[in-house]
């Protein structure tokens, strides 16, 4: 058996409300699991964004935060944090990740502006639709297929790639590689895509970003999947990664173990310069973002706990291993396994539940129901509609995605998460899909109510 990584510190009780009491929550949630108390969920794989345990080095530097409002050495401390693991020279802080894509959106997009990459995650997207431009989708093809072994199905397709560049330059403001890429399972890309797709950008003269909420995860995959990384230790192959890009946005909520907080990440100090008042505008000032004191000085550790090597084995290994009980059990999920957890392919598990009825957010509900795990839906729910003809879009697949918050579970819990779908495995045919009876826009999924059909 392996050494486990950790000991508890401190502790949190879990307790399990009854099945009726379960029921009321989610009648009273209108079926959406966003809405349901903390308190009513035993295990919660909604998201590993912030939702970590900080390190007892965290906490205790938490007690250096200095909140001055300009200079402070929490900023101080970050920033140089931040250059060392990351090696871009400018640094923007902002409140979180979504919140530097809208800063750097609304500087850098126009009416019509096109803005290619891999599959673009939800906010990214959004934020890219509300400045007017338009999100196009060059992941390979691979993403998509059943066929599990491909081992960077995170990867831009590079032809793709390069007959839009070749026909759009003067409107592509950015390309944006997501690292891992979230939308399509937590895959991976390749350290020779990242490599490639810079150099068509820089050929055609556009600039080249990166969304690296999850880099540490994905520098982990290249260590294990790309020839010549193996002796490699993580942190270097990830500064290698940011090597080719000449910006980067950051949530540093995921890879980086805070609870909150991101930054804009630049190379080009005239950009930084454009940046920087409307960070100050739509987050707060240039040395906090929005970020506390204490904020900053967590997120400083965590960027450097981030990439130590036996902490990302650690992790890949907890979805490794729920991923192992799933196959025993069968129960379908996108492979090869991503980084921050797993993709249940509703759709298939699910096959009596039609498309727009969100088979993944009806298998969340029900896992609420039967044993009070909650999740999150990937799929045609969170899709949303097209903002010019308002239908629905309707996802590659009908995904629940169960993911690992960072060093808060350990294998007993997904052990607890696998009985739960054996259970329900046997009542699948019983589960049924949902129906809007309020839909919100945008991120409908956040906020919108539904009922059972
Ligand atoms: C790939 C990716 N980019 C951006 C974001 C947005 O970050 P935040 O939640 O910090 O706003 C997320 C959040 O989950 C993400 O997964």
Known sequence: MRLPLYKNVTVEEIRLISRSARLRRLENADFNPFMLHSKDIAIDLLTDSGTGALSKPQRSAKEKGDNTYCGSTSWRNLELAARRVLGFPYVIPVAQGRVAEHVADFVMIKKGSIV????????????????????????????????????????IDLE????????????????????????????????ENIKETSGLCKKYGVRFFLDIARFAENAYFIKKREKGFSRRGIAGIAKEMLSHAEGAMMSAK?????????????????????????????????????????????????????????????????????????????????????????????????????????????????LYLS????AVEVGSLL??????????????????????????????????????????????????GVEFIYETYPMRHFTSKFKLV
């Open 383 to 432: 899709e949303n509609r097209d903002p010019k003809t308002r239908q629905n879009r309707r996802a590659h697949w009908e995904l629940l995605r169960l993911a690992i918050p960072h060093r808060l579970y350990d294998e007993r819990h997904l052990d607890y998460v696998a009985e739960a779908f054996q259970r329900l495995s046997t009542k699948r045919s019983s589960i049924c």
């Open 116 to 155: 290619p990459g891999n599959a673009h995650f939800d906010t990214t997207k959004a934020n890219i639709e509300v400045m007017g431009g338009i999100p196009v989708d060059c992941t390979i093809s691979e993403a998509y297929a059943t066929e599990p072994l491909f081992p960077f199905k995170g990867n």
């Open 254 to 366: 995921k890879d980086a173990l805070n609870q909150t907080g991101g930054l804009i990440l630049l190379r080009d100090e005239d950009l930084y310069l454009k940046l920087q008042p409307y960070g100050v505008l739509f987050s707060g000032g240039i040395q906090y973002g929005a970020m506390s004191g204490e904020a900053m000085e967590t997120l400083a550790v965590g960027l450097g706990e981030g990439v130590q090597d036996r902490y990302v084995e650690q992790r890949i290994s907890q979805a490794e291993y729920l991923g192992k009980l799933f196959r025993n059990i069968k129960v379908p999920f996108l492979e090869p396994i991503g980084g921050h957890g797993i993709f249940v392919n509703a759709g298939v598990w699910l096959p009596h539940i039609p498309w727009d009825h969100f088979p993944g957010h009806a298998l969340n509900c029900a």
């Open 160 to 191: 793709k790639l390069e007959m839009i560049l070749k026909k759009n330059s003067r409107r592509i403001p950015y390309v944006l590689t997501t690292v891992t890429c979230n939308q399509v399972g937590g895959q991976p890309v390749s350290m």
């Open 371 to 374: 044993d009070a795990i909650r």
